[in-house]
């Protein structure tokens, strides 16, 4: 119950700014693809609905979600993202591997994130089985795709509003 409202899907449209002239890195992870491309769909149709223009949302796929650090970075390098959305799905298994890889990407995307100034947001599922990753993937918990690339709008306009003021101030 508490998740539920926590549900960010349900965000509210008129506040978010428009992410026009806004370039966009989407690093999409092949396991689990049919959560993953879920995810994706619902972030690029949230840029596409908030003004992104469609040529200048780079998408690429990578084998893994262990592999998305890299990938984020590829697209700030050859791309010049202004963000980069990073998704995938690491579902628990029988053994400790999902702990490993999802603490390396997340460390990995923050590092990544303040080592260039590109926020790299965290559109890593890290569910306990596959009816937990549906229900994140456009079920009962919404899509955290969406909310990825609502969070990722909001982080790129933030960072324009601070370089528009560090240009004023001293007027
Ligand atoms: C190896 C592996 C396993 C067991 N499980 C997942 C998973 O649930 N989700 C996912 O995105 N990737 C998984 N991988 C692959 C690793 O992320 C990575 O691609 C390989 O270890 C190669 O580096």
Redesign the pocket.
Known sequence: MASALKNLSDYDEKNIPSAEDMIFGIVV????KDI?HALYEGAYNTLIKHGADPEKIHTIQ???????PIGAKLLIKTKKADAVISL????K?E?T??EY?NRSVASALMQLSLATNVPCIFG?LTPNDEQQAKDRAGGKHGNKGVEAAVTAIRMVALDKEMSETKRTIGF
């Open positions: 992870a092949e396991w689990n993953t990578v084998p893994g979600s262990y592999e998305l995938g799905c690491v579902i298994g053994t591997h999902n890889i890593l």
